[in-house]
């Protein structure tokens, strides 16, 4: 199975921040990324597949980069929104496997 | 499309599983869609379970395969989950999700507990 890993594990921040959330695969996995958002008591939603497509309705200052076996998920001018849990997963190959997630909270 | 999961809260240890998810605002056996299961164990993080896909053909992940059956009722616009022989480690709130390797949307999830 491929192995997803991300850093940090959580993180605080300030409405209007800028922050990033790493993921990195133990294998590659070209772009075959995914992040999802969870707020609690909510199914998670997909944000960016593909390592950087945006999911339609979701706020451009979310954003995805990497490929291969490093990717970073980009959040722009924090808003109150905003404050969940991330995961990663990969779509590259079967069984399809998720990071453990990345808590951003209130500072 | 809009998918609520539904089933048992508490499940003995050595019983099965039986999970039914409902599928509305379209046809779970229309397109070429697939369908999963995903679960979050506490403190473990996200599992997937398995995909049906439009045909019914199932595809599981190998380390529950062997206690794991997926299935669709396409006059009823569901699928199924059920998985025999349940212990502690399967305490996990169950996701169901549209999609085979890339889930959205997802359902509510429901939290079930294995205990005696």
């Known amino acids: 199975d491929i192995h997803m890993t991300q850093s940090p594990s959580s993180l605080s921040a300030s409405v209007g921040d800028r922050v990033t959330i790493s993921c990195r695969a133990s294998?590659?996995?070209?772009?075959?990324l995914n992040w999802y958002q969870q707020t609690p008591g909510k199914a998670p939603k997909l944000l960016i597949f593909?390592?950087?497509n945006l999911q339609s309705g979701v706020p451009s200052r979310f954003s995805g980069s990497g490929s291969g076996t490093d990717f970073t998920l980009t959040i722009n001018s924090l808003q109150p929104e905003d404050f969940a849990t991330y995961f990663c997963?990969?779509?590259?190959?079967?069984?399809?496997?998720f990071g453990q997630g990345t808590k951003l909270e209130v500072k | 499309v809009q998918l609520q999961e539904s089933g048992p809260g508490l499940v003995k240890p050595s019983q099965t599983l039986s999970l039914t998810c409902s599928v509305s605002g379209g046809s779970i056996n229309s397109g070429e869609d697939y369908w999963s299961w995903i679960r979050h164990v506490p403190g473990k993080g996200l599992q997937w379970i398995g995909f049906i896909d439009y045909t019914g053909r199932p595809s599981y992940n190998p380390s529950l395969e062997s206690r794991l059956t997926m299935s669709t009722d396409t006059s009823r616009n569901e699928m199924s989950l059920t998985l025999r022989s349940l212990t502690a480690a399967d305490t996990a709130v169950y996701y169901c999700a549209k999609g085979g390797s890339l889930f959205d949307p997802w359902g509510q999830g429901i939290l079930v507990t294995v205990s005696s």
């Open positions: 294998q590659s996995i070209d772009h075959y």
């Open positions: 997963q990969q779509s590259s190959s079967s069984p399809y496997t």
């Open positions: 593909g390592g950087f």
